[in-house]
């Protein structure tokens, strides 16, 4: 069966760019990407909401072989971050690889002649030697099921769909959700809207954010000073991953930094809301790090203000320009904005269905045998296939340092493949096991389990499989590069 290209990406955001730029800088050339979207970016481009910016410093969030002194302040803002991916796949001329407005249905593994055929929502397939779905961890937006919802006759959208050209100011608005995002909106909204309502289902710990525009010395040092932009990568990944990862995952052994960091946001809290009532509101009561954390120097402050309404009451349902809570009260609308986040558990699985041998559903496979992956990569039973977010593949807070790791370890296979002129890789069920022993063992460590979680997720989900490793950035780090080769089959078919 003739191929159509040796290499199919799936998805065109950061973990798709990342991809074809390490295969390009690796010797291999013959691939093609396809994206839903019609345009490059994935999160950065479809995120325009007021107020949306990296949570973690932007010199960490970025590729370490790709560094730019451009950015703004160094918790990047949305347009900055969407440049810079836009200049990635101009450096190394992706566009004309990259095919937009291509949905995938489904992708099959067709074993009598060791190729992947994945098949688009307009009828064509796509024939590759190998397949890599970097489909992303916020693709899949998660609205909230209420009851009356469809009834609603304002204006509703999620936080991914903003309507940009909506003019707010004046208007009665609802937001549901305080999560990261509604961190990030709530005090923008604040700024012009006539009154805002905040329903609350769960508070989240809030840090202070030591965001501020990079001065001139700074920028220049960022383009001038050979070495800076690195020592100050190192100096990130220290000070920042490393702790925080740490207490999702060490949780004991690091309680005492869980503990500091818990007091810093309840001094957060104090420091920006006078009212007592409100503060009790407003304070989580499970431990820091059971629901991701976020920064914001601005959150608490917009509660203070005449025209936000903090609302905890749960709700009963939406009525056509109104919504009412449990409690009975009424409150009317003219918009609202849903900051309820993203599918996490549905994203570990590709966002179309993927055959392998047998037929096998892979959705089917970790129902029936648990969320099994070796090194958060590859799947026992799914010949040439790699996954960039897979259940415990994460080991940082950074995306883009998971995205390396995941293609330093892709880079490796593919070449063992290739110096042994070999056509099919598959990944040992046993080392599958192993790998999957560790990383459920590694989950009693993990904050979900050895800390007090509880009411910080919501039902059922409290022991997710959310894709932590259990080691830090620095060990996926060496394992990318040292893990067994021999734990690949490679043959020819």
């Known amino acids: 069966m003739k191929l159509d290209s040796e290499i199919l990406i799936v998805g065109a955001g950061f973990a798709g760019i990342g991809a074809a730029m390490y295969l390009m800088r690796n010797g291999f050339d013959d691939f093609a990407i396809v994206d839903r979207a019609s345009e490059i970016g994935g999160t950065w481009r479809d995120n325009i909401y007021p107020g949306v910016a990296a949570d973690i410093p932007v010199i960490y969030y970025s590729f370490s072989f790709e560094k730019r002194s451009y950015w703004s302040t160094f918790y990047a803002p949305q347009k900055d971050l969407f440049r810079y991916s836009l200049d990635l796949v101009e450096k190394y001329n992706l566009r004309p690889r990259i095919s937009f407005n291509v949905s995938v249905e489904r992708a099959v593994y067709d074993a009598d002649n060791n190729v992947w055929v994945t098949h688009f929502a307009d009828g064509t397939t796509f024939v590759s030697r190998y397949l890599i779905t970097a489909t992303g961890g916020f693709s899949v937006s998660r609205n909230p099921d209420i009851q009356g919802m469809e009834t609603f006759e304002g204006d509703v959208f999620h936080s991914t769909a903003w309507m940009d050209k909506l003019d707010l100011s004046g208007k009665r608005v609802a937001i549901i959700g305080t999560g990261a995002t509604g961190v990030q909106i709530i005090p923008e909204l604040a700024e012009v809207v006539g009154r805002l309502d905040v329903y609350q289902r769960t508070p989240s710990w809030v840090l202070p954010k030591p965001s501020k525009p990079i001065s001139p010395g700074m920028r220049w040092a960022l383009q001038h000073v050979p070495g800076f932009q690195s020592l100050l990568r190192i100096a990130a990944f220290g000070l920042v991953d490393i702790p925080l990862f740490s207490i999702l995952t060490k949780t004991k052994s690091v309680r005492w930094l ?198 910080a997720m919501q039902p059922g989900v409290e022991r997710r499989v959310g894709g932590l490793r259990s080691s830090n950035s620095l060990g996926a780090w060496f394992d990318a590069r040292l893990f067994s080769l021999s734990d690949y089959e490679f043959s020819t078919k």
């Not at 090194?375 to 010949?383: C, D, H, I, L, R």
């Open 258 to 455: 869980q503990r500091y960091l818990q007091a810093m946001c309840l001094r957060h809290i104090e420091r920006g809301v006078p009212s007592e009532e409100l503060r009790e509101k407003l304070t989580p009561k499970f431990d820091f790090g059971c629901r991701r954390p976020t920064f914001s120097n601005t959150y608490y402050p917009a509660f203070s203000r005449s025209n936000v309404d903090l609302v905890t009451a749960r709700i009963g349902e939406i009525r056509k320009n109104s919504i009412v809570t449990a409690d009975g009260v009424e409150r009317e609308i003219d918009a609202l904005v849903c900051a309820t986040g993203f599918s996490h558990v549905k994203t570990t699985v590709p966002t179309f269905p993927v055959y392998g041998l047998n037929g096998r559903l892979i959705s089917d496979v970790w129902e029936q045998d648990g969320p099994r992956t070796y090194k958060g990569v590859s799947v026992a039973g799914f010949p040439n296939y790699f996954m960039i977010n897979a259940p415990f593949c994460v080991a940082s807070l950074s995306w883009i340092n998971m995205i390396e790791n995941t293609m330093t370890h892709i880079i490796r296979v593919l070449r063992g493949a290739r110096s042994t002129r070999a056509n099919y890789i598959r990944v040992r069920p046993e080392a599958v096991d192993v790998y999957f022993g560790q990383s459920t063992e590694g989950m009693k460590g993990h904050v979900f389990n050895a800390g007090n979680c509880v009411g």
